[in-house]
């Protein structure tokens, strides 16, 4: 639609001709079309007045598809469309509604969206049918795709020719659970969707790549058949792409579901992995395999998006030496991002992944307020740094806003107003996005502003005030207080400063669009007037001439309500019927005595009639109308191209904030909760591992929301004498929870967190391991005993000395003799070969004389206990120095509820037959 539609008030010949074709046709129901309307039918909606179409109408139904589209066309692009995308629902657009035909309509409508499906008669004979509303296109995307996991295909309509009656219909884009971008479809925006490809490289390793087509976070690395499986658990990706040869895939899946992971694996041809190389992969340093994924990945995202990709950095290299190693086994037993309950869940699903699930590490330290912020701190718990250098640099940042308290709560009231430029900058890049979505950059462009001047503010000062320890009360208490609250550093203040510097407002950009886009704008791009009336001459004037029109009728329908004495006329339209005069069934013969006037449908209490009048100035209201939508779309995609050309700032700022959020998240739980900042050792083979009245982050929050006392306990391992505790004590001791408070706090820390405890002075991990709980895996036919002992097998085979490994009751579950034997044998191991360190907690008290002293970096220490000698007992859940003889296992039955008569038999049968009584609980 050209611009110049309406000049001073007169026609143009397109216009003109637009009447003189309506003068020339017959007045029936669809004479004259509107520029961009159509009509539908389908057999799943219901017109106002209570009609269903499209059921048994035959061949003149085909009519209310649009104006002029016959359905063997319609028919025609279903069947190239489906022919190929075989593997993909098909959605085909026909007016207001998305249609499925053939099998599909009864498989997927049927079935899986609950729809009706009915018979549609052509020329060629039946075909099943069903559809939707077009507006409801999202939902039915989340339930194809975000829960069964289900690939679509949408077929959409294009009128290049708004005088035409003829739609043309192409596939513009093919969504998967990976390449899911749409808000409303992902579950959780604060969690990355990343479609990953595996790729075969040399000997037994694997490439990588993993991309999150929202966000453009993309990502390669190299892993082995190994530690695949716990790769899958830390990326956690919705979708990977893999040669259907690739074995090692599946078996990865099958161990990953241990984190609570389900992607759907996707085959794609072996083609896909050796194409040309991008040019984005040509300045990356990446190995063979790193490029064969990276190519899959990118070839699968450009061929879903029909050769559109989003703007994208080079991959960053993922380096596992960098980085913790936190197998699927571990991940779960810690429940770091799922809780236990997850190993319960459903297999085959790939629902979105979850938003933290309480009761886990990373919704008890999760108070971050923006999308990119829950991302970052996300990642950087299932991934900890190895690296000094950037875990002092994360727990500068924390202290800074430790003590910095006003900065930091200014900025905080400020996040909450922080959208998802990362996702906005992608959708609209894949022409995804709309007006909503440039309002999000620039609300969030001026949340920048301010938070630079905040931060500005602060560093122009004369003197930033910093909060330092209170003076008096003791030595210990001073050491505590400047432990949580240390005096920042040069080097501190130079990173916070850095970051201020790098953040850039971009207010051209704001003003632009602020000035152009209505605050209260559609999210859909389709809906009319989402710009300000004002926002440029063009538009200006064109609203202008619409209100006249819109005066018009308004003067119209009163005047014919005047010279009829109808009350009840009034004009309208349908896509159906066209433009029609609508009176009462008592008023109808009033119009019918003018010739001007020709009925065309008498319904139960009203007649419609057409005019010549109301046709043509409806005509020019929506060919006025389309012109704004002409000019609507222009300045659009003008501001979506000045923001796609400042994409790289915005994507800085993002990650700038995230940062920011991430600390200040940190900072508020550690100044709640009286969390430390840790010491890193500077010299593993000499410093010791300590930790001062450490506490278990998530059991401490559940037993203070309960008004309850955590009891806190100290652990250290003095290298090189001290490497492994041994660690003995009753059931229900808390010596689980100690075991596991042990690595949570070295995960913390090398996160960049600060700790639960009032000291804390600690070595960097390469890897934590677990071997703790108890389940069975019925998909790999394996008992509960051979998943315990696959998964030690792991640990004995990759733990290094400078790993942590900690292990619960090794060797249970068998016949006691062959447990005790495979619990010895797997301490031996760890203390002579992996010279890691480790804690080994135990029942089998008659492991302890062939441990102590024989094994001479091992520490004994118990979980303790109260009795008062009458029968009373107490956990104390204290961890000290020592050896517990009982395991009180007959008392934790007896408070579990067993009843009386089989506790008494128990006692009686190890009085007389093992001889144990003194092992047992009192009588009562």
């Known amino acids: 639609m050209a611009r110049s539609t309406t000049v001073a008030g007169q026609q143009v010949p397109l216009l003109r001709r ?26 799943v909606a219901r017109t106002d007045d209570g009609e269903e179409p499209g059921a048994s109408q035959g061949e003149e139904a085909s009519d209310k598809m649009g104006p002029g589209i016959s359905s063997s066309a319609v028919l025609k692009t279903a069947r190239e469309y489906r022919q190929k995308y075989p593997g ?12 499925l035909y053939f099998e599909q309509a009864d498989s997927v409508g049927g079935e899986l969206l609950g729809l009706q499906v009915v018979d549609k008669k052509f020329r060629s004979g039946t075909v099943r049918f069903t559809g939707f509303p077009a507006r409801s296109l999202l939902r039915y995307v989340e339930l194809l795709v975000g829960r069964h996991g289900l690939s679509v295909a949408l077929c959409e309509q294009f009128q290049d020719d708004p005088l035409s009656r003829t739609f043309a219909r192409r596939v513009t884009r093919v969504i998967t659970p990976g390449t899911l971008i749409e808000d409303q479809c992902v579950g959780d925006t604060r969690v990355h969707n990343y479609v990953m490809a595996v790729a075969r490289a040399d000997g037994d390793a694997l490439g990588l790549a993993w991309l999150d087509v929202a966000t453009g976070d993309f990502m390669t690395g190299v892993s082995h058949a190994v530690s695949l499986s716990a790769d899958v658990a830390r990326i956690r990706p919705r979708e990977i792409l893999a040669d259907a040869a690739c074995a090692a895939v599946r078996r ?3 161990a990953a579901h241990v984190a609570g992971t389900r992607p759907r694996v996707t085959g794609v041809a072996a083609a896909s992995f050796v194409g040309p190389e991008p040019a984005l992969l040509a300045c990356a340093e990446l190995s063979g395999g790193e490029k064969a994924a990276a190519c899959a990945v990118l070839n699968y995202v450009a061929a879903t998006q029909l050769g559109l990709l989003p703007p994208l950095q080079p991959p960053t290299r993922y380096c596992a030496e960098g980085h913790m190693r936190i197998s699927a086994a ?6 770091l991002v799922q809780p236990a309950s997850a190993l319960a869940a459903p297999r085959g699903s790939s629902a979105p992944a979850p938003a933290p699930a309480p009761h886990t590490l990373l919704a008890e330290i999760d108070r971050t307020r923006t999308s990119a912020g829950a991302r970052l701190l996300a990642k950087r718990l299932t991934a900890p740094s190895t690296e000094r250098a950037i875990i002092e640099r994360r727990l500068d940042l924390v202290a800074f806003f430790n003590q910095t308290t006003r900065v930091r709560d200014r900025i905080y009231d400020r996040l909450p107003n922080i959208g998802d430029v990362e996702r906005a900058v992608n959708k609209l890049s894949l022409n995804c996005g709309g007006p909503l979505d440039l309002l999000e950059i620039a609300r969030t462009l001026a949340e920048v502003a301010r938070i630079k001047s905040i931060l500005a503010e602060h560093f122009d000062s004369p003197a930033p005030v910093t909060r330092e320890p209170a003076a008096g009360g003791g030595w210990l208490a001073r050491r505590k207080a400047a432990s949580r609250h240390c005096t920042l550093d040069p080097e501190a203040l130079h990173l916070v400063r850095a970051k201020e510097r790098a953040l850039q407002p971009l207010e051209p950009l704001v003003r632009d669009i602020e000035l152009k886009i209505r605050p209260d704008a559609d999210r859909d791009l389709r809906v009319f007037g989402f710009l300000r009336a004002d926002c440029c001459p063009e538009i200006t004037l064109l609203h202008r001439q619409l209100r006249a029109k819109d005066l018009e009728r308004e003067k119209l329908q009163l005047k014919w309500q005047i010279h009829y004495k109808c009350g009840t006329l009034r004009l ?8 029609f005069i609508e009176v009462s069934k008592r008023d109808s013969e009033k119009l019918m005595e003018d010739a001007d006037f020709r009925m065309i449908q008498s319904l139960k209490s009203k007649v419609r009639f057409v005019n010549a009048r109301w046709t043509n100035l409806l005509s020019e209201i929506e060919i006025l109308r389309s012109a704004i939508r002409a000019e609507e779309i222009r300045v659009f995609d003008d501001l979506k191209n000045s923001a796609l050309e400042a994409s790289a700032a915005i994507r800085t700022n993002s990650k700038v904030l995230a940062d920011f959020d991430v600390a200040i998240s940190m900072s508020l739980i550690a100044c709640d909760r009286q969390y430390t900042r840790p010491r890193l050792a500077a010299d593993p083979s000499t410093d010791s591992h300590l930790i001062v009245h450490g506490r278990h982050p998530v059991v401490e929050s559940q037993l203070l929301a309960a008004s309850r006392q955590y009891v806190s306990n100290d652990c250290e391992f003095a290298s090189p004498d001290a490497r492994v505790l041994l660690l003995t004590g009753p059931n229900m001791g808390g010596k689980s929870t ?8 070295s995960i913390l820390a090398q996160m960049g967190s600060f ?36 998964e030690t097998a792991d640990i004995l085979r990759h733990a290094t000395d400078r790993s942590l490994v900690i292990l619960d009751e090794i060797g249970r579950g068998t016949a006691t003799a062959e447990g005790i034997s495979i619990a010895y044998a797997t301490l031996r191991y760890l203390h002579d070969r992996t010279r890691c360190m480790a804690i080994f907690a135990t029942h089998y008290h008659e492991l302890v004389p062939h441990v102590v002293p024989a094994l001479t970096a091992v520490r004994p220490l118990q979980t303790k206990v109260f009795e008062d000698g009458l029968g009373g007992f107490a956990f104390l859940h204290k961890v000290g120095p020592g050896i517990c003889q009982k395991s009180h296992a007959l008392y934790v039955a007896q408070i579990a509820g067993i009843p009386k008569e089989v506790l008494a038999a128990a006692r009686h049968f190890a009085a007389t037959q093992l001889n144990t009584t003194r092992s047992l609980c009192p009588t009562e």
Do not use: C, K
């Open 18 to 43: 637009r009447r003189q074709q309506a003068q020339q046709q017959h007045w029936g129901p669809r004479a004259v079309w509107a520029a961009g309307r159509y009509s539908t039918r389908s057999a």
């Open 88 to 99: 993909s629902v098909l959605l085909v657009r026909v007016g207001d509604f998305y249609e």
């Open 252 to 254: 990865a899946l099958d």
């Open 330 to 335: 571990t991940a779960a037993a810690l429940e």
């Open 572 to 579: 309208d339209t349908t896509p159906a019927l066209g433009h």
């Open 738 to 745: 100690f075991l596991r408070q042990t690595a949570l706090i």
């Open 755 to 790: 700790v639960p405890a009032t000291d804390a002075h600690l070595h960097i991990f390469d890897a934590i391991y677990s071997r703790i709980g108890a389940h069975d895996n019925v998909a790999l036919d394996q008992s509960t005993f051979m998943v315990e002992m696959s």
